[in-house]
C-alpha cells in the first residue's frame, strides 16, 4: 500500500496533488510519501516486536538526509555501505550507536572517520578488512564491536546483479571457514565479535531463500557459542522485494517475513538487526515526467519523455518493470494505444517500457513512474550533461524540496579547464 492515489481524477501524493509539485519544481522529479516510508518501517519493527531488535534502513536504497531523518526520528537504526553514507546518517541526527557499517571494500580512512565518530558495529567481509580494522581500532585505542558476514551459498532466486549470497558472489566469507575466521578474530587486539552478519540478495519474492540462510545462521550461531564466541546479535540483511507490477501476485509482507526470522533464530535469544531498503523506499516514491513528443514509428508509437535512464537506470540496468500511469486519470471507456516510453538519452538502452497501453498524451501531459522511491534517485547522474534529478517530500498536505535541481551552470562550473590550456 502507498500513498499515490487519484483523487478528484487527479494523482496525488498523500494531500497534495501531482500538477502542483511540477508546476512548482519542473519535471522530471522524484516525489517520496513520508507516510508511505514510515509505515514501512513500522510494518518491519512490529513484524520483530517478538523480541529485541533494530530495524537499520539501508540508506542506499534513498539516502536524502530529509528521508534519513524522518526514518530516524521514527527510532530507525541505518545501515550504511561508505562514509558518506554515514556522513548523511549523522546529518540526519542518527546516532552512531544505531548505525551499522557494511560493505566489502571499507577503507582505512572509512574506519577511521567511524571509530572516530561512533558506530554500533562493523560488519566485516574478508580476512585482510579484519586485520586493518584491528590495526586501526588500536592505533586509535578503542575496541569495536563486529560481526563477520557469512555467504550461506543459497540461491535467493532473484536477478543476477542483485543476488549476494552465493558462492560466487563477491560479498562476505563462505559460511564453511566461519570457525577458522572468528577464531582469528577471538586473538586479533581491538575487536569484539558480538555477532554474525548475512545478506542474500536483493527483490526476493520468497521467502524460501531467507528460511535456508537464516537456518544457516541459527546452526552456526550454536557452533560458534560451543567455541567460546559471543554471539549475541544477528545482523540478517535485507532483501525482501516489492510488487512493481500491481497485477502481479504480491510478495510477502514484512510480518511473514517477521515469522521465518521468529521460527528459524527466535530461540537462541539474540537481538535481531535487519537492512530492509527496497521495501521501505520503493513504493514510497515515483519519479513524474512530462512528454515532451509523441512520435509515430514504424509499427510502433513512441513516448518521448523528459525523464531518462540517467534519471532513473532500473530499467536499463535490470531490465526493470515500473508501472507507468497517467497524473490525470484515464476516463473509463478511452482507447488505449501500446506506446514505447523512452527518454532523450542517444542509447537504445534509455527505454522505460516497450508496448505499454496508455490513453493518448500530448505534449507536456505528466506521467508517473511508480515504485520508484528506491535506488531510483541514489543511482541518477549528469549523462548527456542532464542536471541531477531533483527530490521532494510530502507529508501530508506539505510538501519541500529535499534536493534541489542544479542549474546547468552549477553543473558545468564544476569543470575546471587546466591552466596550460588556458594559456593563449
Ligand atoms: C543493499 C543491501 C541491503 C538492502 O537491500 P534491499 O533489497 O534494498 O532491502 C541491506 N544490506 C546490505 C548489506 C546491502 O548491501
Redesign the pocket.
Known amino acids: 500500500m502507498d500513498h499515490f492515489l487519484y483523487r478528484d481524477g487527479i494523482l496525488h501524493a498523500e494531500n497534495v496533488p501531482l500538477p502542483a509539485i511540477a508546476r512548482d519544481v519542473g519535471t522530471p522529479v522524484y516525489v517520496y510519501s513520508a507516510a508511505t516510508l514510515l509505515r514501512h518501517f513500522r510494518l518491519f519493527d512490529e513484524a520483530l516486536s517478538w523480541g529485541p531488535h533494530l530495524v537499520c534502513y ?1 540508506v ?2 534513498a539516502s536524502n538526509v530529509a528521508i534519513l531523518k524522518l526514518l530516524g526520528d521514527a527510532g530507525a537504526g541505518m ?1 550504511v ?1 561508505s562514509e558518506g553514507e554515514y556522513r548523511r546518517a549523522r546529518a540526519a541526527g542518527v546516532p552512531g550507536d544505531r548505525i551499522v557499517f ?2 566489502v571494500g571499507k577503507t582505512e580512512a572509512e574506519m577511521r572517520h567511524v571509530l572516530a565518530h561512533g558506530v554500533r558495529q562493523i ?1 566485516l567481509e574478508s580476512e585482510p578488512e579484519m586485520r586493518l580494522l584491528s590495526r586501526v581500532a588500536t592505533e586509535m585505542g578503542v575496541t569495536v564491536p563486529v560481526t563477520v ?1 557469512v555467504n550461506p551459498d543459497v540461491d535467493a532466486k532473484t536477478h543476477e546483479k ?1 543476488a ?1 549470497g552465493r558462492s560466487d558472489n563477491k ?1 562476505g566469507i563462505p559460511i564453511a571457514r566461519a570457525r577458522e575466521v572468528y577464531a582469528e578474530i577471538a586473538k586479533l587486539a581491538g575487536l569484539r565479535v558480538v555477532g554474525i ?1 548475512v ?1 542474500i ?4 519474492t520468497d521467502l524460501e531463500p531467507f528460511r535456508q540462510a537464516y537456518r544457516k545462521v541459527a546452526d552456526l550461531t550454536g557452533i560458534l557459542r560451543a567455541d567460546g564466541h559471543p554471539i549475541e546479535r544477528l545482523d540478517l ?5 516489492i510488487p512493481y507490477a500491481r497485477s502481479n501476485l504480491a510478495p510477502p509482507v514484512p510480518s511473514e517475513y517477521g515469522q521465518v526470522i521468529r521460527e528459524e533464530v527466535g530461540h537462541l535469544g539474540c537481538e535481531i538487526e535487519i ?7 520503493g513504493n514510497a516514491g515515483i519519479l513524474m515526467t512530462s512528454t515532451i513528443y509523441m512520435k509515430e514509428g514504424e509499427g510502433r508509437d513512441f513516448l518521448i519523455v523528459d525523464a531518462a535512464m540517467n534519471d532513473l537506470i532500473r530499467p536499463a540496468m535490470y531490465g526493470a518493470h515500473h508501472d507507468i500511469v497517467p497524473i490525470v486519470e484515464t476516463a473509463p471507456g478511452t482507447d488505449r494505444r501500446p506506446y514505447d516510453i523512452v527518454g532523450p538519452v542517444c542509447e537504445s538502452g534509455d527505454t522505460f517500457a516497450k508496448g505499454r497501453d496508455m490513453a493518448p498524451l500530448g505534449a507536456g501531459d505528466l506521467i508517473a513512474m511508480r515504485s520508484a522511491g ?2 531510483g534517485a541514489v543511482m541518477a547522474s549528469e549523462y548527456n550533461s542532464r542536471p541531477l534529478v531533483p527530490e521532494v517530500l510530502v507529508q501530508g498536505d506539505r510538501y519541500a524540496v529535499i534536493r534541489a535541481r542544479p542549474t546547468l551552470d552549477e553543473m558545468i562550473s564544476r569543470d575546471t579547464i587546466p591552466q596550460w590550456l588556458s594559456e593563449a
Not at 201 to 204: E, I, R, T
Open positions: 539501508a542506499k536504497a545501515d555501505v557494511s560493505g560488519n558476514r542483485i549476494t560479498f552478519d545478506h540478495g536483493s527483490q526476493l540483511g535485507g532483501g525482501l522485494g537492512e530492509p531498503g527496497r521495501l521501505i523506499a528506491a535506488y
